[in-house]
């Protein structure tokens, strides 16, 4: 049975924004991804305030982030940070939490806490690149986050070296090392129980699930954008890490892999 629909409308979201995969050294797990899949990492830098430092490897708009710990204390006032904090003090680095664009946090925000939504403010961050730029956003989360738990919502300040026009238009582009352009058209999750799952990420962020095309029965699907977003049982056919990801990208790239902690398939 399909989740109901929410409320109201999130016409803002705008698609998957990235993935955050706890590691204990960014610049191996970048290695790793470029030996493994040919996906080159060409961003990263430092949370001054968060108390965390990352690898970025783009995908178009979308990205993931390879993030590490350099101020434990200062990670774990910080819901993406206290994630990371949590899966590695447990030995499990790996996929922790990921993140939906939208266009207007603070307007998401109001609109999703007035059905009823548990999501906390949106809050200004920022990253200092490698180069000396900085990047500034917004998010807004429903803490804690967690690889089962509803994601976290993400503004970008669109402009910059990163998220400028001249920037985005590169990365349209970009040739990873595998020989071609890489996009994120889907992520799927091993979660205990995903009608619940379902029903907790409509009531934080308005999601809309309706049962997935397939053999398995239970399983459900959203889209946001042009991407998909899948929960499927503990007991599927989903053996090994909890996330999967689906990548468009041009013959070269390894059909199905396993890095740090993630599945990647190329559909």
Not at 77 to 104: C, K, M, Q, R, Y
Request: include cysteine.
């Amino acid at each position: 049975m399909a989740c109901p629909r929410s409320a109201y409308a999130a016409w803002m979201l705008l698609g998957i924004d990235h993935l955050v995969i706890a590691v204990r050294d960014p610049d191996a797990a970048a290695a790793e991804f470029e030996e493994m899949l040919g996906l080159a990492a060409t961003g990263g830098g430092r949370h001054e305030r968060a108390g965390s430092f990352n690898r970025l490897i783009f995908l178009g708009d979308s990205y993931i982030e390879l993030i590490g710990i350099w101020d434990r204390g200062l990670a774990a006032a910080n819901p993406i940070g206290a994630a990371a904090v949590t899966a590695l003090d447990a030995e499990s680095p790996g996929f922790v939490t990921w993140a939906i664009a939208t266009d207007g946090a603070r307007r998401e925000v109001a609109s999703l806490r007035a059905a009823g939504s548990p999501i906390g403010d949106a809050v200004p961050g920022e990253r200092h690149r490698l180069d000396g730029g900085v990047v500034r956003w917004h998010t807004a989360a429903a803490a804690p986050l967690g690889p089962g738990r509803p994601p976290f919502l993400i503004e970008h300040e669109l402009a910059g070296p990163e998220w400028g026009e001249e920037a985005r238009r590169a990365r349209a582009t970009f040739v990873h090392p595998f020989g071609g352009v890489a996009q994120l058209i889907g992520l799927e999750l091993a979660v205990e129980r995903p009608a619940d799952a379902a029903a907790e990420f409509a009531r934080t962020l308005g999601l809309a699930f309706d049962p997935a095309a397939g053999d398995e029965p239970g399983d459900l699907e959203a889209r946001v954008g042009g991407q998909s977003i899948r929960l499927v049982g503990l007991g599927s056919p989903l053996d090994g890490p909890p996330a999967r990801v689906g990548l468009l990208a041009t013959a070269g790239m390894h059909v199905l892999v396993d890095v740090c902690g993630v599945r990647f398939a190329r559909l």
